[in-house]
């Protein structure tokens, strides 16, 4: 069988390891397969200086879809080379509907620079705090948003997403990345998969050429997507019922595993 001519792979609790760390097994593997001819895509709910601070250290150079794939990014050229919005108006639109049905909702927006975060957004990452701006409103402030980021402590991310897609209905894309009560908003029609099926179409590469690993709600599209598409050991359970595919944990290198076999 000819490996697979793209690998596109989920950073967090997926080619990292539980400690947000890329293990040496991993790095290998990667070149591994970038040495068999094989080009590596980062898929990622991260904006583009967490998808930057990966690359660095894995040495990858390529194309990292960004923002739930809201914004692709050219590592090398370190320059965005699409990206689409939420219009300000379904903006403004959802975030009153979400205020009113989710008692509590705060809300922050990342452009792609940074994270303007609305009174109440205490939610933190700490790696990311030299990008968080306060504002008093998301709408407000003269910013395209790439993402929204609802939160609502306290409740159970798959509960806030059937809450949050009943009160919006299909008027933005609602995902989730594992963030503890937090909901990861786009415009309709952007997630993982469509951004990632833009890059292979301009590659000439077809979905049965791309091999794929995630573990969140979030990734399920682009598994569905690749013609070789692992759910990780440490995947939500909605990717482990959905995905035939399996391979071992974040923990236990199960990207490395997956590629050795391929590209070995």
């Keep these: 069988m000819t490996p697979p ?8 609790g997926t080619l990292l390891d539980s400690t947000g760390s890329l293990t040496p097994r991993t790095r290998a593997a990667l070149r591994l397969a970038e040495r068999a001819g094989a080009e590596i895509v980062f898929v990622t709910a991260r904006p583009p200086r967490g998808a930057e601070r990966v690359a660095a250290v894995a040495g990858v150079a390529g194309t990292a879809v960004c923002s739930n794939g809201a914004i692709v990014y050219d590592l090398a050229g370190r320059t965005v080379t699409e990206r689409v919005d939420l219009d300000p108006a379904i903006l403004r639109k959802i975030m009153a ?3 009113e049905s989710v008692p509590g909702i705060v809300f ?6 940074n994270v303007l975060c609305e009174p109440g957004y205490s ?4 790696e990311e705090l030299d990008f968080y701006r306060d504002v008093p ?4 402030a003269g910013e395209p948003v790439a993402k929204l980021l609802a939160w609502a402590a306290g409740h159970p991310v798959d509960e806030l997403a059937s809450l949050a897609a009943a009160a919006v209905r299909d008027q933005v894309t609602i995902t989730h990345s594992g963030g503890r009560s937090l909901l990861e908003i786009s415009a309709t029609g952007v997630d993982k998969a469509a951004a990632l099926a833009r890059v292979c179409r301009a590659r000439g590469v077809d979905a049965a050429d791309v091999v794929a ?5 979030n990734d399920l599209a682009v ?14 359970p909605l990717l482990l019922e959905s ?3 399996r391979t071992l944990s974040n923990d236990e290198d199960g990207v490395a595993a997956v590629l050795e076999r391929l590209y070995g």
């Excluded at 922050?108 to 620079?113: D, M, P, R, S, V």
């Excluded at 409103?137 to 407000?140: Q, T």
């Excluded at 690993?213 to 709600?217: E, I, N, R, T, V």
């Excluded at 598994?223 to 939500?236: F, P, R, S």
């Design 108 to 113: 922050a927006a990342e452009t792609g620079h």
């Design 5 to 12: 001519r793209l690998v596109a792979t989920d950073l967090d």
């Design 123 to 126: 939610r933190r990452i700490p």
């Design 213 to 217: 690993f995630g573990d969140m709600p």
């Design 243 to 245: 995905i035939e595919r």
């Design 223 to 236: 598994l569905a997507y690749a013609g070789h598409g692992y759910a990780m050991g440490n995947a939500h």
């Design 137 to 140: 409103s998301v709408c407000d």
């Design 97 to 99: 509907a979400l205020a």
